[in-house]
């Protein structure tokens, strides 16, 4: 057998999905209206700008300090946590693979949703574990059929909660369900990445959770919040499983002015409380008018809501037809398994009627 002309990579990688990302561009000529990201509608914390603008005009050619400090004391003093069992990451995609790293190999399997987070899989496959997928209930993550799809071999159990991108979740009592049905040696992973825009009495965003048990990390991102191109995540999770995860982290994974505009953002509790205020209004009102018998709005928890039609065919013809218009809205067939489906972030006001207004020959109501 003859020596590869070419560096060859780990089995299994090449079979790997590429995380496919909402459309950014609109039709020639047409301005776009991007609501295929899930990203802030009224803009970023004037608080956070101001110190991410602070932070560069004290200058770049510093590293930052290497564990995030400044931004993991404002979370605890936020949250109320202990800053020493926060760990900070480029983005909450930066965390979850890590986690995967830590914690999967060859032979493991870890166990997600149908229509969960599309990272989930990549992240699982490139640790070299195998991904088992468990069975929904209308859209929603099944807790028996979760429990049901472990095995002696299952390491990890990824649920993101509220889900995207059906915008679904699992109340209090279905979580410890869940954690109570799971091995120790079990690592949970809750990522809970819309927990800002929750209206729901019967959610934990799971600090309850880490703060009861030695096998759950809880993970959360500011990215919906405003700061998706800073992009900055956090977990919250058991001492030693954050010293862990810190030993494979890179040393300087989050720059100076992302630490402190997050930190800013953490702390500007008005303008938190007025986006979620905003996406609450929005999206009710968004649900509302969409829902009708042909097209069904799926409860979400969310700041986007998933629009499912008749038929692949409607979606997609949905879907041109708001394209035409600049309004860019996410397909959910290829990278979720839902093609029927379009999900549809909440965006500024003028947007969200236009949507109804080009909707309504699909099915919605006038």
């Known amino acids: 057998m003859s020596a590869p002309d070419r560096p060859v990579p780990r089995p299994g990688l090449l079979t790997i999905a590429p995380y496919v990302p909402g459309r950014s561009q609109a039709a020639p000529g047409v301005e776009p209206v991007k609501l295929s990201a899930n990203e802030s509608p009224i803009g970023t914390s004037p608080m956070a700008l101001a110190a991410y603008k602070a932070a560069v005009a004290e200058g770049l050619e510093i590293y930052p300090e290497g564990t995030s400090r400044h931004l993991r004391i404002a979370l605890g003093e936020v949250y109320g946590l202990d800053p020493d069992r926060i760990l900070c990451g480029n983005g909450s995609d930066d965390i979850l693979h890590l986690l995967a790293q830590a914690f999967l190999g060859e032979g493991d399997e870890a166990v997600m949703s149908k229509y969960g987070f599309s990272v989930y899989p990549i992240i699982t496959r490139a640790a070299d574990a195998t991904i088992v997928m468990a069975e929904e209930e209308d859209y929603t993550a099944s807790v028996d059929a979760m429990l049901a799809a472990v095995t002696e071999r ?104 992302a630490i402190f505009a997050a930190a800013a953002a953490a702390r500007d509790a008005a303008f938190n409380q007025r986006l979620r205020e905003y996406n609450a209004d929005w999206r009710d009102w968004l649900s509302q008018s969409l829902n009708s018998n042909q097209m069904r709005v799926l409860p979400s928890q969310g700041n986007f809501i998933l629009v499912l039609f008749p038929d692949a065919a409607q979606a997609a013809a949905a879907f041109q037809a708001l ?25 500024p006001e003028d947007a969200m009627r236009r949507v109804v207004d080009i909707l309504k020959e699909f099915g919605g109501r006038p």
């Open 323 to 347: 394209y035409q218009q600049g309004l860019i809205v996410r397909e959910v067939g290829e990278s979720y398994g839902i093609p029927n489906g379009l999900r549809i972030s909440i965006g």
């Open 154 to 257: 299952t390491r990890m159990v990824f649920l993101a909660n509220p889900n995207n991108p059906t915008g679904t979740y699992l109340p209090a009592s279905e979580l410890k369900r869940l954690h109570a049905g799971l091995r120790p040696d079990i690592l949970f992973v809750l990522d809970s990445a819309y927990a800002d825009f929750v209206t729901a009495d019967d959610y934990t965003v799971g600090v309850d959770l880490v703060d009861n048990a030695r096998n759950v990390v809880m993970v959360r991102t500011f990215s919906k919040i405003g700061l998706a191109a800073a992009r900055v995540g956090w977990m919250y999770g058991p001492r030693e499983i954050v010293e862990l995860v810190n030993r494979i982290r890179g040393p300087f994974n989050l720059n100076r002015p």
